[in-house]
């Protein structure tokens, strides 16, 4: 079992996604008292009780005033089994670009729904940027059931709703109360026909699969180091996988293999490293090697077209006749889009980049699949994608070679320079006679 999860919630609205966090920090001894003192005095909605619990995560003045949640919060605490982190996300559709954020390092979602009005359109939305980001664990927290009497049956029909909308999830359904506590904690006596552990009990016991040391291993060059004339490090973060020295490792886009002389490190060279691990390699041939290169193990994609599922995050529209920048592990390169998006919304769309990307499946490895797209003119991060599949181009079989590609490909075939020369000489020949 893991030591540390990330959770983060997700839902409409209204639904009780930060009552039920601040309920969580409360009973579980994880707020000091003068958090407790402060949120006592700030409480003005008393229909809450002494305690508004939303106000634990909800800071901005503007959230206070409003009820609602607008910016992502996260919170830490632990248990004596686990350690947390928390991103209460905001539920309001004019937000939806800040819930993604949220659960974008997210290991495990908890879908808030109200009880008195099941699954709404905004659920779905969350559900479904949870799912395209990689989330496949989910906590169904059925709220607000002591407003309809704690009733099984409709308990009962908006699981059946969740287990279509998130087919091939592992989905865990509670029913609980945030604002009394019931099934928080510990399991309530009003429940007497929920048989599950409470929603503590299950974020502490829940297995969820981020090992990203037994994928493939990848390495972004984030810097090249050349203190002295006979040392060249490569710099940077594994996203992936583990390393050893003396491991065969491949560079790309060129695609030169060589092996790992020294893996370097703060305190000195060690003989194994693996993600997140910020190290230097040294390789023992001299390669060209730069920022945006990648150090890599296995199958890898490396092209300029890919499909990809984009979250537009600005108020300017996706404008398919524009250039934007790309940002995708250390390599930032212009590209273009071909479907437009608005704000909020996303989309299917095919990402043209001006260089080529070393990148994977979004599913098969985070770090490498996804990207963020820059408007360039206000350096403002305008939307956020996750790479679905290659787009491989065709080349047509009819067509021809060009002039110079020939000459080429006449020099590269041929055993000698002397032998290159002539063929080259006689292949202009034939071109202008």
């Not at 989910?138 to 998130?166: H, P, S, Y």
């Not at 060129?254 to 693996?274: P, Q």
């Not at 790309?326 to 909020?344: I, P, Q």
Request: aromatic fraction near 6%; proline fraction near 3%; hydrophobic fraction near 40%.
């Amino acid at each position: 079992m893991s030591g540390l999860l990330r959770v983060c919630t997700a839902g409409s609205v209204d639904d009780g996604k930060s009552t039920l966090i601040g309920r969580l920090l409360h009973d579980s001894r994880s707020v000091y008292e003068d958090q407790i003192k402060s949120v006592e005095v700030a409480s003005k909605n008393r229909t809450a009780g002494r305690i508004d619990f939303s106000l634990f995560t909800d800071g901005l003045k503007a959230e206070r005033e409003q009820g609602i949640t607008i910016d992502v919060a996260y919170r830490y605490f632990a248990t004596a089994r686990r350690k947390f982190i928390l991103a209460d996300t905001p539920g309001h559709e004019q937000y939806t670009r800040n819930m993604a954020t949220g659960a974008s390092t997210a290991d495990l979602a908890i879908l808030l729904v109200d009880a008195r009005h099941g699954v709404r359109v905004q659920s779905k939305r969350h559900a479904r940027i949870a799912q395209l980001l990689g989330i496949t664990n989910f906590v169904l927290a059925i709220n607000k059931m002591d407003l309809v009497g704690f009733d099984r049956g409709v308990f009962d029909t908006i699981c059946d709703d969740f287990d279509e909308l998130l087919h091939g999830a592992r989905l865990h359904a509670i029913p609980l109360s945030a604002l009394h506590g019931d099934n928080v904690i510990t399991l309530s006596e009003r429940t007497p026909w929920f048989e599950g552990p409470s929603l503590l009990e299950y974020l502490e016991t829940v297995e969820v699969d981020r090992d990203v040391t037994a994928k493939p291993f990848r390495f972004p060059v984030q810097l090249v180091l050349r203190p002295t004339h006979n040392f060249r490090g490569y710099a940077g973060q594994i996203v992936s996988g583990t390393i050893r020295r003396g491991d065969t490792v491949t560079v790309l886009p060129s695609g030169r293999t060589t092996r790992v002389a020294r893996i370097s490190a703060w305190d000195g060279d060690l003989e194994v490293a693996y993600a997140p691990m910020s190290i230097t390699l040294v390789l023992e041939h001299e390669l060209d090697v730069s920022r945006g290169d990648v150090v890599a193990s296995g199958e890898v994609e490396v092209g300029q077209r890919f499909e990809a599922e984009i979250v537009w995050m600005d108020e300017r529209p996706l404008d398919p006749a524009r250039v934007y920048m790309l940002k995708h592990t250390t390599r930032t390169v212009s590209a273009e889009v071909d479907h437009g998006l608005v704000l909020n919304q996303i989309g299917t769309a095919t990402v043209t980049t001006a260089r080529p990307l070393i990148f994977d499946r979004y599913t098969d490895n985070r770090g490498t699949g996804s990207f963020i797209l820059i408007d360039p003119a206000t350096n403002f991060t305008a939307g956020a994608g996750m790479i679905v599949n290659p787009v491989h181009q065709r080349v047509a079989a009819s067509a021809r070679p060009s002039a110079a590609e020939r000459l080429a490909r006449l020099a590269r075939a041929a055993a000698t320079e002397a032998e290159a020369t002539e063929a080259v000489r006689r292949a202009l020949e034939e071109i202008l006679n």
